[in-house]
């Protein structure tokens, strides 16, 4: 089942339709409602290798839908430290729970202070409706 | 540059039924509904209906119409009388592929040619062309809508007849008159139902309260390369010949027609390359455009929504299109391991 179209007020997101989940020196990464809507179902995520390092604003994965592929954009910059399983084996998981069981990976922060450089979910939605 | 696309009768239902709508060969389609791999399976597993409006009709009339096709299409229509139809490609003189299309046979000196969208002008102009005297080509295409309905109950949903694939009859569906063809482009059982263009609103709402799945261009794209039948534009093109593109068994080469000679040639040489269907056999999606590092280019490839892995069509050199001939695709710089398998890549189990 699609879930229902939300943004959660406590992520952080990047206008590429990427959310970010800070836990002090580490983050869980994913994409948002949007993203996953736009796309359909999701039928493969490409992730990065774990121990990788990624760049904001640059690709890190892939995610494909049965028509499309799309690069996934860091938000933040850091070391994957680990790469959530359950997608690669059911990319759906990600339509049916884009911030919960659908994150992507989990990153230690190489630069802390990019994330003042994200929008809130204020800032995002007036991206969506632009 | 604006540029208005065209509108299927059916606009307004796709709309109304929350279809995901995309430019296609300049017409506004409906790519999606429900979601692909559901509209998929439904038409594995039961019936889905497809709006295919955009498709063009051509009709070839007159005591020379035969005489007309048999010149200009790689076919023999002599194997097929009134009622019948047949799968045929229009071919340019170099022996490549401009279209390939169906031709129903209506009366003796009357033939209907259902083509591609994208092509069906350039087809008509072809034609048109080369009219003789005593064949009179028209373009059909704005008068006609066309729904294609496809799968293992799609007969029965109906309420029609039995009858053989590539046979056309008369017929009616609560109420509305049809021209029933038993062709189809997803590897199930089903029919293409003609109707005049302000009927084919009628005709929708007839099929979905009979309980046909709608499906969008998507699923029409997944079934199809599960079948291996080509698209037009990606698998097969005015750049391909019909020989590499495994399609020989629609030339008629003891007949003479357009590019017959240069189909003879390959045909004796045998082909430098061949389209072949492959699986992968790791995690990743093949795309039109990627690269056979063995040498050859994918033209079609996606997720099998039946198989749950990566499958596509590619022109392989010659020597790698044994089955089960190992290949591996460049993925986006990624090399990723497939396989060459016989075609189709997915057949219906028979059920007794």
Not at chain 1, 113 to 120: F, I, K, T, V, Y
Not at chain 2, 44 to 63: I, Q, T, W, Y
Not at chain 2, 133 to 159: K, T
Not at chain 2, 295 to 317: H, K, N
Request: proline share 5%; with cysteine.
């Amino acid at each position: 089942m699609a879930a229902e179209e939300s943004y959660p007020a406590e992520l952080k997101y990047h206008r590429e339709h990427d959310w970010a989940r800070i836990d002090g020196s580490e983050a869980v990464l994913g994409i948002t409602w949007y993203a996953q809507d736009a796309l359909g179902e999701l039928v493969h995520f490409e992730p990065p290798e774990e121990g990788a390092a990624i760049r904001r604003d640059a690709s890190y994965g892939e995610v494909e839908s049965v028509k499309a592929v799309s690069d996934v954009i860091a938000p933040l910059s850091g070391e994957v430290l680990e790469v959530n399983r359950k997608v690669v084996e059911e990319p759906e998981t990600v339509n049916e729970d884009p911030y919960g069981e659908g994150w992507l990976v989990r990153i230690r922060l190489s630069d802390p202070a990019e994330a003042d450089g994200l929008l809130d979910v204020d800032a995002y939605r007036a991206v969506l409706a632009e | 540059m604006q540029t208005t696309l065209l509108r299927t009768p059916l606009h307004d239902r796709h709309v109304a039924l929350g279809a995901k709508l995309v430019p296609f060969v300049g017409w506004e389609m409906p790519v999606q509904y429900g979601g692909v791999i559901a509209e998929h399976r439904a038409v594995r597993a039961d019936a889905g209906v497809f709006d295919v409006s955009h498709m063009g009709e051509l009709e070839v009339e007159g005591p020379r119409a035969r005489e007309l096709l048999q010149q200009t299409l790689a076919n023999d229509l002599d194997k097929i009388g009134v009622g019948q139809a047949q799968y045929t490609l229009l071919t340019n003189e170099q022996g490549g592929i401009l279209d390939d299309l169906i031709v129903y046979a209506l009366e003796p000196t009357r033939y209907l040619l259902i083509v591609n969208a994208s092509n069906a002008d350039s087809d008509y102009a072809w034609l048109k062309e080369r009219e003789l005297r005593g064949s009179e080509v028209s373009n059909r295409s704005s008068e006609y809508g066309l729904l294609a309905v496809q799968g293992p109950r799609a007969i029965e949903r109906l309420g029609l007849p039995q009858a053989s694939a590539f046979t056309w009859a008369m017929g009616e569906i609560d109420g509305v008159e049809v021209m029933v063809n038993r062709t189809g482009y997803t590897g199930e059982d089903g029919c293409e139902l003609m109707t005049m263009a302000e009927d084919v609103v009628a005709l929708w709402d007839a099929v979905l309260a009979r309980g046909v799945v709608p499906c969008g261009l998507a699923a029409r794209d997944t079934l199809r390369l599960e079948a291996c039948f080509p698209l037009h534009g990606n698998d097969i093109t005015p750049e391909t010949d019909a020989i590499s593109a495994g399609l020989g068994w629609v030339c008629a080469l003891d007949k003479e027609f357009t590019g017959a000679d240069r189909l003879r040639a390959v045909k004796e040489q045998g082909p430098r390359r061949r389209l072949v269907a492959f699986v992968m056999e790791e995690k990743a999606i093949p795309r039109q455009g990627m690269s056979v590092v063995e040498g050859g280019d994918v033209t079609s490839g996606s997720l099998s929504p039946m198989l749950d892995v990566g499958i596509g069509l590619a022109y392989v050199d010659s020597a790698l299109a044994q089955p089960d001939t190992p290949i591996t695709i460049d993925v986006r710089g990624r090399e990723r391991r497939a396989r060459v398998v016989r075609k189709p890549i997915y057949r219906r189990e028979e059920t007794a």
